[in-house]
């Protein structure tokens, strides 16, 4: 996998950490005449504020169950995204849906805190008073855009995006952010181009209109993302995920079409993996991290037609330190897994930490759901570099 490619390992570590970085030498045991068995082992552990994840799958009913404790593990807050069928429209609906997922939190997670943080789904028919009423009352932090039909349950997304001024402009007063899945649909766009595109036609024009609109590029693909969003800073970011900064379109065909490595916006050239990879490593305030975890059954993936979604929850912040550990660049890490999010949505980083450390293991297989089928983890069965410190 193109990942491979950038293995800089400690070249350089920084002197000025902003988290707590040591490194420790273990002694394996001596063996019979007094000798160490084995050289010694540098391990490395990294403390950071504790991360939140801003776009987060989890689905509802029995596979919720499954895929939650995989995100409340390593995070403390996680946007949570509306797609769901019937998509949640309504302050009501965003109301339940946390209830479901507090509801059935693991006991030690419930203990330490997790918050999930509601967003609404737009449609052709919202209405901005109901917006504004839903970020009042504490239910919704941000609204979600999805051009209609550009990705998994977008159906009833927007068809006429110029026509939602109205509600732009209450989310502009309130400070509220606007989250979108960047692509256009138009069939005639060629699907690696869909991202640049819509930057070009729907995102950049918008930005003029709504110049104090908080707005997030979600899950980024692209060199021209990474270029407006920079160009734009002071309302614009993007959230990057973990599978993107490890994937190419590349390697969608590695030893054979593999749906598991197939999701909305697809990952693209490795020039655009490389752009990625150096925007979370620059620490800078635009970029953020946004897993977009999105399970999929097994049997829904190997298909005639399999539904787009990678499911990353059970390693992302694992892959997240293994990429900021690769580019040379460990003590930009916790601006980008828990500071720059928090600075844009408005809120305070989280006080509590957590420690990762530099320790191979295996990256889980399957999760079951408790109907007997189950999701495939990405990276399934590979090792890795870091792991989290339970
Ligand atoms: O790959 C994706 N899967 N991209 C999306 O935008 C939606 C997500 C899902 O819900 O499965
Ligand atoms: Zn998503």
Redesign the pocket.
Known sequence: MAAAVSKQRYAGIPSNYIFILYIRAIKRPKNQFGILAEASTVLMEITIKRPDDWHV?LRDGIMLAAVLPHTARQFARAVI?P?LTPPITTADMAADYRWRILQILPDEVAERGFQPLMTCYLTDETKPADVEQGYLDGVFTAVKL?PAN?????ALGVTDIAGRAMVFEIMQELGMPLLM?GEVTDPDIDIFDREAVFIERVLAPLRLDFPDLKIVL??ATTKDAIDFVRSNRENTAATITAHHLFINRTDIFEGGINPHR????IAKRENHRQALRQAVASGDACFFLGT?T???TMGTKETACG????FTAPVALELYAQVFDEEGALDKMEAFTSLNGPAFYGLEPNETTVTLIKESWTAPDRIGIDDGQSVLSFMAGESLDWQLKE
Do not use: F, K, V
Not at 150 to 154: G, K, L, P, Q, V
Not at 262 to 265: G, H, N, R
Not at 307 to 310: D, K, Y
């Open positions: 799958h995204m797609n999805y550009a990705t998994t349950n977008s899945h979600e899950h197939y999701c909305l916006p977009d999105a399970p999929h539904c787009a979604g990678i």
